[in-house]
């Protein structure tokens, strides 16, 4: 089993629709983030969190909130989605930054 | 404040010749230093760190970098490129007195590997 699984790996959503996508680890680290990918932009951080109490705003927040409903998970939402969130969605772990992420395989997300 | 640039978007290089990709940073601390690397349709693999120790860090796959902090680089390298090789890269820079959430992607770098 993957050390960060990502679920859904593909969805197609409509307009105005709540979507969730999940993230589960095993690495037993406390520190959890969500980034978006788009072609050329590299990634930008949307929510991270320091443990299951601790939730911090990303760059790019607006439109997207997060549940940490356990050490080992911590799921995004849009809560009604629009195009431009069109995107590739990570979720990362990490034990300290100075360690580095590891990241799971991405859910590819399409809003029509 | 902290930044990273990465100076090439596409880089194209023959198999069996160097790789270099180049990545420059700016950073308020003493930064932590990555290379990431993605295969298509992949989650972000760790190339590489540095962290303050040796200035010569050597990754998985016989890829290596140099920090310089008097040119504020970080350049990827490696003797002879495979195949393999085609991915996206991405550096990174994490100051190392901030808290978490405060690490900066590259916008990446594409290698390609001709036959």
């Known amino acids: 089993d993957a050390d960060v699984t990502q679920t859904p790996r593909n969805r197609i959503t409509k307009t105005g629709k709540r979507i969730m996508l999940e993230c589960s680890q095993t690495?037993?680290?406390?520190?959890m983030y969500w980034y978006r990918q788009d072609p050329g932009l590299g990634l930008r951080l949307i929510y991270y969190?320091?443990?299951?109490?601790?939730?911090n705003k990303g760059e790019i927040s607006d439109g997207y909130s997060v549940s940490r409903q356990a050490q080992a998970k911590f799921s995004l939402s849009l809560e009604s989605a629009i195009p431009n969130q069109t995107a590739l969605y990570f979720c990362?772990?990490?034990?300290?930054?100075?360690?580095?992420?590891?990241f799971g395989s991405g859910t590819r997300l399409t809003v029509v | 404040a902290q930044s990273v640039t990465q100076l090439d978007s596409h880089v194209s290089v023959s198999e069996g010749t160097p790789v270099l990709l180049r990545c420059n940073y700016s950073?308020?601390?003493?930064?932590?230093l990555f290379w990431y690397v993605q295969h298509p349709n992949k989650g972000l693999q760790l190339l590489l760190k540095?962290?303050?120790?040796?200035?010569l860090v050597k990754g998985i796959n016989g890829f290596e970098a140099e920090f310089k902090k008097s040119e504020t680089s970080f350049h990827l390298t490696k003797p002879s490129a495979h195949m393999s090789d085609a991915a996206e890269y991405f550096c990174v820079v994490s100051g190392i007195n901030t808290n978490a959430g405060k690490s900066t992607f590259g916008d990446g770098t594409t290698l390609t590997v001709k036959p």
């Open positions: 950073s308020s601390y003493s930064p932590s």
């Open positions: 990362a772990t990490s034990d300290r930054d100075i360690y580095g992420y590891t």
């Open positions: 690495k037993g680290h406390d520190r």
């Open positions: 969190s320091f443990d299951v109490k601790d939730i």
């Open positions: 540095y962290t303050s120790a040796a200035t």
